[in-house]
């Protein structure tokens, strides 16, 4: 297999039940931000983030960018916002560097925006604000039109088209039955991984999706499919 797309979350990440509702939320921090950067009230501020676009489909660093106020400081929020909630298990270090060491391209399917993505990978050392070494692309919520992102009924078709990939040379690595794995089969693509960290069995396969508990057990398991 040539191409590996990915979902990001409990795909690549792993994500922590704790309660973490308190504290500023994203859509007041932005605000805020915005408020203070534009010397205007946080009212006004909301106002013209919805003049610059939908902030439900539209990557908020993008918005900040067309209303001409710094990215920096919502980086550090989300770094911040993300960080008691999520983390980057040791097998997806390992999994990234192994398919860059063999050349496999790794581009992300999923509804999280490119700097979003961003932002959670480098809660593991493996991304900063302009980028990753592990990952060649990004296909996000806002990559097409409409900004679905795997809402959307065509999204894989969408990504295999764009990427000009083959889908018989292509995989997808999600934790997802309904939004990662059956909708890339459904788009021609080669099998769909599924990752449970909390199943008991290593690995299991089911015609063409393969469950895992880890990405070391894919490799053990399954050396054909790099
Ligand atoms: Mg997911």
Request: hydrophobic share 40%.
């Amino acid at each position: 297999m040539q191409t590996f797309l990915t979902d990001i979350d409990g795909t690549l990440t792993m994500e922590y039940s704790v309660n973490c509702s308190g504290g500023l939320q994203p859509f007041e921090f932005l605000c805020d931000w915005v408020a203070e950067s534009l010397q205007c009230p946080a009212g006004e501020a909301e106002k013209r983030i919805r003049a610059a676009g939908d902030p439900e489909t539209t990557c908020w660093f993008r918005l900040l960018e067309r209303l001409n106020v710094p990215e920096g400081p919502l980086w550090n929020f989300f770094c911040e916002y993300y960080r008691p909630r999520l983390s980057i298990p040791e097998d997806t270090v390992e999994m990234l560097s192994f398919l860059k060491e063999r050349n496999k391209r790794v581009y992300t399917a999923t509804t999280n925006s490119r700097k979003i993505t961003l932002v959670k990978l480098s809660l593991g050392g493996l991304a900063d604000t302009d980028g990753s070494p592990w990952i060649s692309g990004f296909f996000g919520g806002d990559s097409f039109d409409p900004a679905l992102g795997k809402f959307a009924p065509d999204f894989f078709q969408n990504i295999l088209k764009a990427g000009g990939f083959d889908p018989a040379q292509t995989v997808m690595l999600g934790n997802e039955m309904e939004h990662d794995a059956r909708p890339a089969l459904n788009a021609g693509i080669a099998c769909a991984v599924l990752i449970d960290r909390t199943q008991t069995r290593d690995f299991y396969r089911d015609g063409k999706i393969i469950h895992v508990r880890n990405y070391r057990a894919l490799r053990e398991n399954l050396p054909e499919l790099f």
